[in-house]
C-alpha cells in the first residue's frame, strides 16, 4: 500500500488509509521522539505539518512484511514524525514496542485473534 503525506494530512487520513490493509493497527503520532511514553498521543485531526514542520507530497510505501520498527523508523527519517504503531486487543490499543522487530502483517494477525469475540456455552469449563 502506498500513503500520500503531505502539509494537509491530517493523522486520520494516515489512518483511515492503513486500517485498510492493517484493521487491527493503527499509527499514533508524538510531538517529541524522546517522550512517547509520558506524552500523550496527539489528536486525530492535528495536520502533519503541525508535528513536523514542512512535509513535502511524498508517496510513503508500506509492506506487510515490513517490521514496527522499520515502519517507525521510515516515518522519522523520510519526515521527522515520531509515530508508534500500536495494536489492537479487544478495546485497548497496546503500543507494540517490545515487539518492533515483528512484522506488519504479523502484528495485525495477533490483533484479529486478541480482538476475536469469546463465546461460552454451557458446556464450557472454567478451571
Known amino acids: 500500500m502506498k500513503v500520500l503525506l503531505s502539509n494537509q494530512t491530517t493523522i ?3 489512518n483511515q488509509e492503513f486500517s485498510k490493509e492493517f484493521p487491527f493497527l ?15 498521543q496527539l489528536p486525530e485531526h492535528t495536520r502533519l505539518d503541525e508535528i513536523a514542520g514542512q512535509v513535502r507530497p511524498t508517496l510513503i510505501e508500506i ?9 517507525e523508523k521510515r516515518f522519522l527519517e523520510m519526515f521527522n514524525l515520531p509515530v508508534q504503531v500500536c495494536r489492537q486487543a479487544g478495546t485497548l ?5 517490545r515487539s518492533d522487530n515483528m ?12 480482538s476475536r469475540p469469546i463465546s461460552f456455552n454451557i458446556h464450557t469449563l472454567f478451571l
Do not use: C, P
Open 103 to 114: 512484522s506488519l502483517a504479523h502484528q495485525n494477525a495477533m490483533g484479529a485473534t486478541a
Open 12 to 14: 486520520r487520513d494516515v
Open 26 to 40: 493503527k499509527i499514533a503520532f508524538y510531538r517529541d521522539r524522546q517522550r512517547q511514553g509520558e506524552e500523550k
Open 93 to 97: 490499543w497496546l503500543e507494540t514496542s
Open 63 to 71: 509492506r506487510g512484511s515490513d517490521t514496527v520498527a522499520a515502519i
